[in-house]
């Protein structure tokens, strides 16, 4: 079923449900300017953050509401490539297009090649579809990868002109909204083109970083800022809560009081590992040295065990939470989903684990 069609033109407003609106700060909306522009170039007045700026702000959006975490820092994330690499004619387009006295308008973004461009005077032809497009009925431009005869390019759409598809019908990370959208020959001029491999005509340090080190931030963030909301509210639940035949409240039993605090420990320490590793991408990017794969192989392993010790947590409070938490609108159960849907990104894979030890064994892959 398609919601919205070219030439559709509804509300941007929040779309949270009305279940979980009490704690909806509106995060999403583009009034956050802190959020927003987090890694604008500076050329928008941008903040262009470092690594470990980006993580601390989406972990705690995402401590409050993890979809609404999700979708700030992902329509961030594709805002600021888009505003980045555009051409000159491109980004003079889209900036004037920005409503509202913002330097820039809000995006969506698909970045697989899940489209075909075909060659057209002055432009492509591009058709395709393409899923998990978080934030599109909150986005004014989208981005969405394409295999061409030039080879891969992204090619930056009006919202406009394509269809978006109800398809977000799934536990976890339901607020995010993250339709499919497709589109038939839709003409693409060269000048909202761009090509990830080579260099951005905008932007300082974090532009010239490679593409996973520069989202790293975002998976680490959301993952461990749900599982610290779903400890948060573990704590305040087991307050002299006696479950039925019950010797002690969950709050004086020796046994729960160990499984909160090994809990909070690996969410530190996994929160220490992420710090380390972003810390040092951004110290060799300021340095103008190259980030190495070996290095951003290790980042996303750290997302990885990010992501892995988030579930944990979250599947251990939502254990522990009583029969209430069975209830969809009660926050451990919202964590508990939101935990396990952020895992299913292709930033977080055990491959990278694999690729962290053969470089230990001395068996880098070529």
């Given at each position: 079923?398609?919601?919205?069609?070219?030439?559709?033109?509804?509300?941007?407003?929040?779309?949270?449900?009305?279940?979980?609106?009490?704690?909806?700060?509106?995060?999403?909306?583009?009034?956050?300017?802190?959020?927003?522009?987090?890694?604008?170039?500076?050329?928008?007045?941008?903040?262009?953050?470092?690594?470990?700026?980006?993580?601390?702000?989406?972990?705690?959006?995402?401590?409050?509401?993890?979809?609404?975490?999700?979708?700030?820092?992902?329509?961030?994330?594709?805002?600021?490539?888009?505003?980045?690499?555009?051409?000159?004619?491109?980004?003079?387009?889209?900036?004037?297009?920005?409503?509202?006295?913002?330097?820039?308008?809000?995006?969506?973004?698909?970045?697989?090649?899940?489209?075909?461009?075909?060659?057209?005077?002055?432009?492509?032809?591009?058709?395709?579809?393409?899923?998990?497009?978080?934030?599109?009925?909150?986005?004014?431009?989208?981005?969405?990868?394409?295999?061409?005869?030039?080879?891969?390019?992204?090619?930056?759409?009006?919202?406009?002109?394509?269809?978006?598809?109800?398809?977000?019908?799934?536990?976890?990370?339901?607020?995010?909204?993250?339709?499919?959208?497709?589109?038939?020959?839709?003409?693409?001029?060269?000048?909202?083109?761009?090509?990830?491999?080579?260099?951005?005509?905008?932007?300082?340090?974090?532009?010239?970083?490679?593409?996973?080190?520069?989202?790293?931030?975002?998976?680490?963030?959301?993952?461990?800022?749900?599982?610290?909301?779903?400890?948060?509210?573990?704590?305040?639940?087991?307050?002299?809560?006696?479950?039925?035949?019950?010797?002690?409240?969950?709050?004086?039993?020796?046994?729960?009081?160990?499984?909160?605090?090994?809990?909070?420990?690996?969410?530190?320490?996994?929160?220490?590992?992420?710090?380390?590793?972003?810390?040092?991408?951004?110290?060799?990017?300021?340095?103008?040295?190259?980030?190495?794969?070996?290095?951003?192989?290790?980042?996303?392993a750290a997302a990885t065990h990010a992501a892995d010790t988030a579930v944990e947590a979250a599947s251990m409070a939502y254990r522990r939470g009583g029969g209430t938490v069975l209830y969809q609108d009660h926050p451990l159960n919202q964590c508990f989903r939101d935990a396990h849907a952020a895992t299913q990104h292709?930033?977080?894979?055990?491959?990278?684990?694999?690729?962290?030890?053969?470089?230990?064994?001395?068996?880098?892959?070529?």
């Amino acid at each position: 079923m398609s919601i919205r069609s070219p030439g559709w033109s509804g509300s941007r407003a929040c779309r949270c449900s009305s279940a979980r609106r009490d704690r909806c700060e509106c995060s999403m909306n583009s009034d956050s300017p802190s959020l927003l522009t987090l890694k604008l170039p500076k050329e928008l007045g941008g903040l262009e953050a470092d690594l470990r700026t980006q993580f601390l702000t989406t972990e705690a959006a995402s401590r409050k509401d993890g979809s609404a975490g999700w979708n700030e820092t992902f329509t961030t994330t594709s805002a600021a490539i888009a505003a980045a690499r555009l051409p000159e004619e491109g980004f003079a387009e889209v900036a004037a297009s920005a409503t509202g006295g913002a330097a820039w308008p809000p995006f969506a973004g698909t970045f697989p090649m899940s489209g075909r461009a075909v060659a057209a005077p002055d432009g492509v032809v591009l058709t395709g579809r393409w899923g998990f497009a978080s934030g599109i009925v909150d986005a004014a431009w989208v981005v969405a990868g394409c295999n061409s005869e030039l080879g891969p390019r992204w090619a930056v759409i009006p919202v406009e002109q394509v269809t978006v598809h109800d398809t977000w019908q799934v536990s976890g990370l339901e607020e995010t909204l993250s339709h499919d959208y497709s589109v038939d020959n839709v003409f693409v001029p060269h000048s909202r083109l761009f090509d990830l491999s080579q260099p951005p005509p905008r932007g300082g340090i974090l532009h010239r970083l490679p593409m996973y080190a520069l989202i790293s931030p975002d998976h680490c963030g959301v993952s461990l800022g749900i599982a610290r909301r779903a400890l948060d509210e573990l704590a305040i639940a087991a307050a002299g809560k006696n479950r039925l035949t019950s010797a002690a409240p969950l709050d004086e039993r020796p046994a729960f009081q160990r499984d909160l605090g090994q809990a909070d420990t690996k969410l530190r320490a996994a929160r220490a590992l992420v710090l380390e590793v972003l810390d040092e991408i951004w110290a060799a990017g300021a340095a103008g040295e190259p980030v190495e794969d070996e290095l951003v192989q290790r980042a996303r392993a750290a997302a990885t065990h990010a992501a892995d010790t988030a579930v944990e947590a979250a599947s251990m409070a939502y254990r522990r939470g009583g029969g209430t938490v069975l209830y969809q609108d009660h926050p451990l159960n919202q964590c508990f989903r939101d935990a396990h849907a952020a895992t299913q990104h292709v930033h977080v894979t055990d491959e990278m684990y694999e690729l962290v030890g053969a470089n230990l064994l001395g068996k880098a892959p070529d």
